[in-house]
């Protein structure tokens, strides 16, 4: 089966965590997102916003990876959250304004 790319809208305060991180988390931690998601697939996280509270606009893509082994676990963040992650290999990259890309984009 051939890879495939993914596209994660998360805030860039998000994206940083889990570059730190080493893992992928979406939509708010749910797991249907990540269960289609396989082991060598990239997912490229565009960021909307600066933080998810925030109005202040990034319009970037902020970071690429690759899934590395595919394997969705929870993870206990404290206070009852356990948000759903799988382990990624993330790339150096520069954040990229999409504003002068949308007109060459097609999804």
């Known amino acids: 089966m051939k890879n495939r ?10 994206v940083a965590a889990g570059v730190a991180g ?15 998601i396989k082991a060598g697939d990239w997912i490229v996280y565009y960021s909307p916003r600066v933080r998810k509270e925030s ?4 319009q970037s893509f902020t970071a690429i990876g690759k899934v ?12 009852g959250s356990n948000p759903y992650r799988q382990d990624m290999d993330f790339k150096p990259c520069c ?9 060459e984009l097609s999804f």
């Open 68 to 79: 590395k082994i595919g394997r969705i676990y929870q993870f206990d963040m404290g206070n």
């Open 55 to 58: 109005r202040e606009p990034r």
């Open 22 to 36: 080493g893992f992928a988390q979406l939509n708010h931690g749910k797991k249907t997102p990540l269960a289609k």
């Open 5 to 14: 790319l993914w596209i994660g809208v998360v805030s860039k305060a998000h």
């Open 95 to 103: 954040e990229v304004s999409i504003l002068p890309l949308l007109d």
